[in-house]
């Protein structure tokens, strides 16, 4: 009964391939998230969703394409890989709290190699 | 954009000893303030958080302390045990009325704690 649940957790992948990360949250949360965290451990968002609608795109290259089929789904798709992209993705999901902020929850991580 | 710096990077600390890790932020407007705590190759997971409209919040062993004047928060973890050891973040957001799904966390650059036997 895993809340938030992301696939795979492992990729290794070769430089201009592309790929994607799966992640669903049985939480009924409305809100979710994709963040990275790179090798020196910094953790920076880089997408919000509301109940399917792209709230939060924070500069991140056009290569990745988030896509929300329902509240409860949120994939990243990411075209021709580079060797930056290497890093640990995030997904989480939250329940607003008005006022008062949320806990976000995350998944387990998917840890991406770009070789 | 929220700026939260967080030191130190690293911490060692005898077991039983107590450890603060400090944050400041840069945004006035932010009101909510979690700690995540990452184990090795594991998740962030919250341990505890405060809201602006306190000033200390304790969870058995763990507290938290916000001065909003001075924008700095604080971790406290007393009687250290060796599963304390992992990487703790702080993080400040701007929690809004309304506007659902623009609560963006900023995260500190993390603490790797380490608690010696």
């Known amino acids: 009964d895993t809340a938030v649940s992301q696939t795979p957790k492992y990729l290794v992948t070769q430089m201009g391939n592309d790929k994607s990360i799966k992640c669903e949250q049985n939480l009924g949360h409305d809100t979710m998230y994709w963040y990275k965290q790179d090798s020196k451990k910094f953790l920076k968002i880089m997408f919000s969703?509301?109940?399917?609608?792209?709230?939060i795109n924070e500069t991140v290259p056009n290569r990745f394409s988030p896509k929300s089929p329902d509240k409860a789904h949120l994939n990243l798709h990411i075209n021709s890989l580079e060797l930056g992209d290497s890093a640990v993705y995030f997904c989480?999901?939250?329940?607003?709290?008005?006022?008062?902020?949320?806990?976000?929850?995350f998944g387990e991580g998917s840890w991406l190699t770009v070789v | 954009g929220e700026n939260v710096e967080q030191h130190p990077s690293t911490l060692s600390v005898q077991e039983g000893d107590s450890a603060v890790i400090k944050c400041t932020y840069s945004?006035?407007?932010?009101?909510?303030f979690p700690w995540y705590k990452q184990e090795l190759g594991k998740r962030p997971q919250l341990i505890i958080d405060?809201?602006?409209?306190?000033g200390e919040k304790k969870d058995q062993r763990i507290a938290v302390t916000l001065n909003k004047t001075a924008k700095h928060f604080s971790l406290h973890i007393t009687e250290t045990q060796p599963e304390d050891s992992a990487v703790y973040f702080c993080?400040?957001?701007?929690?809004?009325?309304?506007?659902?799904?623009?609560?963006?966390?900023?995260f500190g650059t993390g603490t790797r704690l380490t608690i010696i036997p």
């Open positions: 969703y509301n109940n399917k609608e792209l709230i």
């Open positions: 405060i809201r602006s409209n306190v």
């Open positions: 989480a999901s939250s329940q607003e709290k008005v006022g008062f902020g949320n806990t976000i929850y």
């Open positions: 945004d006035s407007a932010s009101n909510y």
């Open positions: 993080a400040a957001s701007m929690s809004f009325i309304s506007n659902f799904g623009n609560e963006k966390l900023t």
